[in-house]
Nanobody, 125 residues
Framework: QVQLVESGGGLVQAGDSLRLSCAAS????????IGWFRQAPGKEREFVAA????????HYAVSAKGRFTISRDNAKNTVALQMNSLKSEDTAVYYC??????????????????WGQGTQVTVSS
């Protein structure tokens, strides 16, 4: 089972950029599709972006498309989420998650087998 640790969150102003990182343990990292989710206070966890095992396919939520970019480095067991033009509504705890069994990327959180502890992103307007 892969273990995930997020980092890179913080407090920024609207319009700023932030880069989140997800570091994974284990030698089977390239066997997992990786997704980013977020959860704001009082709201359900929502999908942000996902990337396929070999990094060749990416999938974004409408809210993230054009502003966020997901990438991965299988040699370093890391996945990054570059977030540009941040808005106050992007404020949330961001989680990375690993999906071992889906054939491709998915926005369904129930398909993910392992989750990190989350990193807080706060965007002030």
């Amino acid at each position: 089972q892969v273990q995930l640790v997020e980092s890179g969150g913080g407090l920024v102003q609207a319009g700023d950029s932030l880069r989140l990182s997800c570091a994974a343990s284990g030698r089977t990292f390239s066997s997992y599709n990786i997704g980013w989710f977020r959860q704001a206070p009082g709201k359900e966890r929502e999908f942000v972006a996902a990337i396929s095992r070999n990094g060749g396919s990416m999938h974004y939520a409408v809210s993230a498309k054009g502003r966020f970019t997901i990438s991965r480095d299988n040699a370093k067991n890391t996945v990054a989420l570059q977030m540009n033009s941040l808005k106050s509504e992007d404020t949330a705890v961001y989680y990375c998650a690993a999906d071992r069994y889906s054939s491709g990327t998915t926005s369904n959180p129930g398909r993910y087998d392992a989750w990190g502890q989350g990193t807080q992103v706060t965007v002030s307007s």
